[in-house]
């Protein structure tokens, strides 16, 4: 998601630094909320809709919202905060880090994130963009190695071909599907505490099926990690 720049963003992001996770730093889940609480990661968060009911429904997690652009996140979280019942004080469990996952993930330590939300990530159509679907093969092998055992993806697309092959790209990976529906909305027992995200609304509103996928890791490391990543 991509917004025109705002004069008022840089101020706006600045006033509201005790939201901010320094993405140039090692991420210090202790010192950055105070707590040694699980940790769930969404990659892609946008306007911040989901994060934020996420972290209204999870007191006992901690949140991290990413996005690389400021743009996106100074718009959703003043619109959120906006709202009568979400307040900056309702939300000490979340913090957002505004870079992309590739520069940042080095700064994850191993074995440190209880789940990965990847919410309509871009599908990039074109075979020759295939490399940067967020649900690769070359991503797999970064979650795996910040997830800690049992850790868990969980995946939402409006997408037919990048739900395919993300299913595709499983196989090359230490995960295994533990869940898998092409039509959330039809499925009560997968649609229990759903959090509708800003694109969800629309494409659910345009009739678009949604498709959710949850990875578990597996125990110990993949056999076979070294194949190229395909289209
Ligand atoms: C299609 S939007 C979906 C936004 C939101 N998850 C939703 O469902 O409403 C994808 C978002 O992911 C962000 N994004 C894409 N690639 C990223 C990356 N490599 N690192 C961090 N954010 C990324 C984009 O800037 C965009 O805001």
């Given at each position: 998601?991509?917004?025109?720049?705002?004069?008022?963003?840089?101020?706006?992001?600045?006033?509201?630094?005790?939201?901010?996770?320094?993405?140039?730093?090692?991420?210090?889940?202790?010192?950055?909320?105070?707590?040694?609480?699980?940790?769930?990661?969404?990659?892609?968060?946008?306007?911040?809709?989901?994060?934020?009911?996420?972290?209204?429904?999870?007191?006992?997690?901690?949140?991290?919202?990413?996005?690389?652009?400021?743009?996106?996140?100074?718009?959703?979280?003043?619109?959120?905060?906006?709202?009568?019942?979400?307040?900056?004080?309702?939300?000490?469990?979340?913090?957002?880090?505004?870079?992309?996952?590739?520069?940042?993930?080095?700064?994850?330590?191993?074995?440190?994130?209880?789940?990965?939300?990847?919410?309509?990530?871009?599908?990039?159509?074109?075979?020759?963009?295939?490399?940067?679907?967020?649900?690769?093969?070359?991503?797999?092998?970064?979650?795996?190695?910040?997830?800690?055992?049992?850790?868990?993806?969980?995946?939402?697309?409006?997408?037919?071909?990048?739900?395919?092959?993300?299913?595709?790209?499983?196989?090359?990976?230490?995960?295994k599907i533990i869940a898998n529906e092409s039509d959330l909305?039809?499925?009560?027992?997968?649609?229990?505490?759903?959090?509708?995200?800003?694109?969800?609304?629309?494409?659910?509103?345009?009739?678009?099926?949604?498709?959710?996928?949850?990875?578990?890791?597996?125990?110990?490391?993949p056999k076979r990690d070294n194949e190229k990543q395909g289209?």
């Amino acid at each position: 998601m991509r917004l025109r720049n705002k004069k008022w963003v840089k101020q706006y992001l600045q006033d509201n630094e005790n939201f901010m996770i320094n993405p140039e730093e090692e991420l210090n889940a202790y010192k950055v909320f105070d707590s040694n609480r699980d940790i769930f990661l969404e990659i892609g968060a946008g306007k911040s809709k989901f994060c934020t009911e996420l972290a209204q429904q999870n007191p006992d997690v901690n949140i991290i919202a990413m996005e690389k652009e400021p743009t996106v996140v100074a718009v959703g979280l003043r619109q959120c905060l906006k709202k009568q019942n979400i307040t900056v004080d309702s939300l000490r469990n979340l913090k957002y880090v505004i870079t992309y996952l590739e520069k940042y993930e080095k700064n994850i330590a191993s074995d440190s994130i209880a789940r990965i939300y990847l919410n309509f990530s871009d599908p990039w159509p074109k075979a020759r963009h295939a490399k940067y679907r967020l649900t690769g093969r070359k991503y797999l092998k970064i979650y795996n190695r910040i997830l800690a055992d049992g850790g868990e993806i969980h995946i939402k697309t409006d997408n037919d071909g990048l739900y395919k092959f993300t299913l595709d790209e499983v196989i090359f990976s230490n995960f295994k599907i533990i869940a898998n529906e092409s039509d959330l909305y039809n499925n009560a027992e997968m649609m229990k505490n759903n959090i509708q995200t800003s694109y969800e609304t629309k494409f659910v509103d345009m009739g678009i099926k949604i498709k959710k996928i949850v990875l578990r890791k597996k125990d110990g490391q993949p056999k076979r990690d070294n194949e190229k990543q395909g289209s």
